[in-house]
């Protein structure tokens, strides 16, 4: 199991506009992970990238050290000053084999997340593998590891209350806006219609908020954002034409680059001097920095919500226990279903020996196949069949056995 490693970096030795530097657009991501299996001979790769996290799952026969992590931050982030790449590389966290097995059960089952508690990491664990998985990325032992990390995951969530009146960054994010004390008919703008704003909105929606207006790269998906909660769809490449004004400003795409730019906040603003909400939910953040440094404006970040999160993990710290003892028998669970897998992969050349023996005595015997009467060379077959049958599910179940006992 040692081949199994895991490569991250989270909230909690880093800061979280630091990690976004990391992230890499779904138009990059099969060109640039191939290119990275295809240097460092690794065998299998899963990319996981949230709002407070970007982490590689590898299967590779290598030995992953510093200078492992050197070379592979090195090859696919070959943009990176010198001096950055040597940030990220001193700050790496590396697990392996049943560390790297009990890490990605402490993500999936939010244990390890800034938010604890919050369901939507499941979601996100699982879309990365799917995503993987149809670029060609990962293969058997992602697989299970994925299967049974997922597994585990909703077993937690059903059977403890870590998920109980749960506090997701959306709703932190909410809190603090509500200290701002807007009104209701506040002019909110939302930059993103993905899976953090749409919740976003709702969320808003429910509190009483009704003006809303959505900019998206795709307008079909700002339109449906916009039919569910009753407001104005545009291309994000019409940002700039926006003259109707704003209070409250939602922003969260996968862009690599600040979208809400000086040049394009001065457009929104229209003359307007009064004192603007920008909350920014991206990572990295889709705020350029002179926008908060120059402009009067109260703006909240992922960053600004990680003390907020600390407060809540004192508060679930209990049933953090409780889920950890869930994770321990996972853990030795998946430990079975991993060397039980290794015996399958290792047997599947039997059956074709098997074969391969059959038909050699089939040659061997053939004068004295032919002697027999039709009925007899009946009989033969089904019982060379049933001992075939019987040879390859008897070692195996016998090696299964000798896993377990060991």
Do not use: W
Not at 366 to 393: G, H, I, N, Q, R
């Amino acid at each position: 199991m040692n081949n199994i490693n895991v490569i991250a970096f989270t909230h909690k030795n880093l800061e979280v506009n630091n990690i976004g530097l990391l992230h890499i657009g779904d138009e990059q991501l099969s060109e640039r992970l191939h290119a990275l299996k295809n240097s460092l001979s690794i065998d299998e790769i899963m990319f996981l990238s949230t709002c407070n996290r970007v982490e590689f799952v590898l299967v590779t026969q290598d030995f992953v050290d510093k200078s492992y992590i050197q070379n592979f931050l090195s090859t696919l982030y070959s943009d990176f000053e010198a001096e950055l790449l040597h940030h990220f590389v001193n700050l790496a966290q590396h697990f392996e084999g049943t560390e790297a097995v009990t890490h990605m059960l402490r993500v999936a089952t939010s244990i390890d997340s800034m938010v604890v508690g919050e369901r939507e990491i499941i979601t996100q664990v699982r879309s990365a593998f799917e995503n993987c998985r149809t670029l060609g990325l990962t293969g058997d032992t992602i697989r299970i590891l994925m299967r049974h990390t997922i597994e585990t995951a909703k077993k937690v969530y059903t059977h403890t209350a870590i998920a109980t009146n749960p506090v997701s960054i959306v709703s932190l994010a909410y809190n603090k806006l509500r200290d701002t004390a807007f009104p209701l008919d506040s002019r909110i703008l939302f930059v993103g219609a993905g899976s953090t704003n749409t919740t976003f909105s709702k969320f808003l929606l429910k509190h009483g908020f009704t003006n809303f207006t959505i900019f998206n790269r795709s307008l079909a998906n700002a339109e449906k954002l916009a039919a569910e909660i009753g407001g104005k769809a545009h291309l994000l490449s019409d940002l700039t034409k926006h003259n109707k004004g704003f209070d409250i400003l939602i922003t969260c795409t996968g862009s690599e680059e600040a979208i809400i730019t000086k040049e394009i906040y001065e457009a929104l603003l229209q003359g307007d001097s009064h004192k603007k909400v920008i909350v920014d939910l991206a990572i990295p953040c889709d705020t350029a920095p002179e926008v908060i440094e120059q402009f009067n404006v109260k703006h909240i970040s992922v960053s600004d919500l990680k003390e907020i999160s600390e407060i809540n993990l004192q508060r679930r710290i209990q049933e953090v226990h409780h889920v950890q003892e869930m994770l321990d028998a996972a853990l030795t669970e998946f430990n079975k279903i991993y060397r039980e897998r290794q015996v399958e992969v290792a047997m599947r050349a039997v059956p074709e020996k098997v074969r391969e023996i059959r038909a050699t005595a089939q040659d061997v015997f053939a004068k004295d196949l032919e002697a027999l009467d039709p009925k007899a060379t009946e009989v033969l077959e089904k019982m060379m069949a049933f001992m075939e049958k019987k040879y390859l599910s008897v070692p195996m179940k016998m090696a299964k056995e000798i896993l377990v006992q060991h």
